[in-house]
């Protein structure tokens, strides 16, 4: 892999190698973008085969993150984090307060958080060393996994509306991947509308669970590519939507809180040419950043609430843009949060070009 080309052909800014002897720490800390403001994206503890395994989980990760900010209209640009090794070992206290000297050492430009690995209590010691963190015991905001499930509740609605020509997903069939946290409430809030559930996970006790609560059916995981339903909600892993199960999908949207979705960008157009009216994931599933982000200004849950029911507007704009000019959903996603950094950034050069002009 060579780092520079990787670097320049996605723009991005700084790559952070974070090692620390006597605790053992080994991290990454990538900045992608930090037009919109500081990079926030959370601190992923996976224990990676490679280390350019974790650089490239790490890259893609960072990126992904500036796409979600800017989807979401927040102030804020793209980062993230990861430590390779087993979190169980890895994210000692020691570990975890050397990683947080190393975000102090970036000045405010990247703000880290919980992510796959990591929970409040590991925040906590983050804070010992820098500010630059959110979900901690003393400011955070709980787990957020509700306030994601909402939101993907309401992207499904508008996905719905798009699809179909009515919000409402009363009578509907969907099938959801996964059932775990986020997925279950989002469920939760799909039987409350009374919609009809087919769920799927490699956990047992999480399909029973929302069997016994929702009256969901279950299939096997590698089935709910094939079941006939109106929405297929992919909850779990990222790349499910493949050469292998897009043909198999009878769905006629696409709707769901997993990350990376798209094994890889053709993929968007392949639901295109289908016909599939798909939910790009970091639109859909930017609830919880959103609530994370509100903890940088005092947090204030109404607020929060009000910001992720715009999911809803924004996902009708992508999918408008998608007809009008004839491109999937994923690429007018993608172009929506582009001309958004493009215009502030050329605002900010606009201003600091007036302001030398004073000074001079």
Not at 125 to 154: K, L, M, N, W
Not at 209 to 225: H, L, Q, S
Not at 346 to 352: A, D
Request: with cysteine; proline share 3%; hydrophobic share 40%.
């Amino acid at each position: 892999m060579n780092i520079f080309e990787s670097l320049e052909e996605h723009e991005y800014e700084q790559v952070m190698y974070c090692y620390d002897k006597p605790s053992g720490l080994k991290a990454i800390i990538v900045l992608h973008d930090t037009t919109l403001g500081p990079a926030l994206g959370g601190l992923r503890i996976w224990n990676y085969e490679t280390e350019e395994a974790a650089l490239k989980d790490a890259l893609r990760l960072a990126r992904g993150m500036t796409y979600k900010n800017a989807a979401a209209g927040l102030n804020l640009g793209g980062g993230k984090a990861v430590i390779i090794g087993d979190p169980k070992i890895a994210k000692s206290e020691a570990a975890l307060r050397a990683f947080g000297r190393y975000v102090e050492s970036l000045n405010g430009r990247y703000i880290t958080a919980e992510d796959v690995g990591t929970t409040e209590a590991d925040m906590d010691h983050i804070h010992a060393e820098t500010t630059f963190v959110t979900g901690t015991s003393s400011g955070g905001v709980g787990d957020p996994s509700p306030v994601t499930s909402y939101g993907i509740f309401q992207g499904m609605k508008a996905t719905a509306k798009t699809a179909f020509g009515d919000e409402s997903l009363k009578g509907k069939t969907i099938a959801v991947q996964g059932v775990g946290m986020v997925a279950y409430g989002l469920c939760k809030h799909l039987h409350e509308e009374g919609a009809n559930l087919i769920v799927t996970d490699i956990n047992q006790a999480a399909v029973d669970r929302a069997v016994t609560d929702f009256g969901a059916i279950a299939v096997a995981p590698d089935d709910i590519y094939g079941v006939d339903c109106d929405i297929f909600s992919p909850c779990a892993l990222g790349g499910v939507l493949n050469d292998e199960t897009i043909p198999q999908l009878k769905a006629k949207a696409i709707a769901g809180s997993a990350n990376n979705q798209l094994l890889e960008n053709r993929h968007g157009e392949m639901l295109y040419e289908q016909g599939i009216t798909y939910a790009p994931d970091y639109v859909i599933n930017s609830g919880g950043v959103i609530n994370v982000a509100d903890e940088l200004q005092g947090y204030q849950r109404d607020r929060v609430f009000k910001k992720v029911e715009s999911i809803y507007d924004i996902l009708l704009n992508v999918f408008a843009t998608s007809k009008e000019q004839q491109i999937p959903t994923s690429l007018a996603a993608d172009k929506m949060a582009e001309a958004r950094i493009k215009a502030l950034g050329q605002s900010s050069q606009k201003f600091l070009r007036h302001n030398r002009n004073i000074l001079s």
